[in-house]
């Protein structure tokens, strides 16, 4: 499964931004789709899922703010992050997995990443 990922970029505190993942060759439907973000020298965190069902969970510290959400008609997930802070500033993966394990939270229970996009939030 190869994820291609779109957005990104540079917004000031309390900007939005939108992200965007499409898997290519495998149907969404088959594959529950989450976002992480890794900061300098820590591992990657979670940031929200969108399972195959869907449901949707997110991370506290992004609650309220992200959405996560699929296109049907265009095989897309996106990220909508909303009311950006600085402290979301962060290289942003979009994850897959064919198979809804426990732990959803944990990186590696995801086979298939994408190339990684930088948010960057400052003024």
């Known amino acids: 499964v190869q994820l291609l990922e779109t957005g990104g970029g540079l917004v000031p505190p309390g900007g939005s931004l939108r992200l965007s993942c499409a898997p290519l060759?495998?149907?969404?439907?088959?594959?529950?789709m989450a976002w992480f973000r890794q900061f300098p020298g820590k591992e990657r965190e979670f940031v929200a899922l969108n399972m195959r069902t869907g449901a949707t969970y997110y991370a506290d510290s992004v609650k309220g703010r992200f959405t996560v959400s699929r296109d049907g008609a265009e095989s897309i997930v996106h990220l909508q992050m909303d009311d950006l802070k600085s402290d979301d500033t962060a290289v942003y993966y979009c994850?897959?997995?064919?198979?809804?394990?426990?732990?959803?939270?944990?990186?590696?229970?995801?086979?298939?990443w994408g190339q990684g996009t930088q948010v960057t939030v400052s003024s």
């Open positions: 994850a897959a997995r064919l198979l809804d394990t426990p732990k959803y939270w944990m990186w590696e229970r995801y086979s298939y």
């Open positions: 060759e495998t149907p969404p439907d088959k594959l529950s």
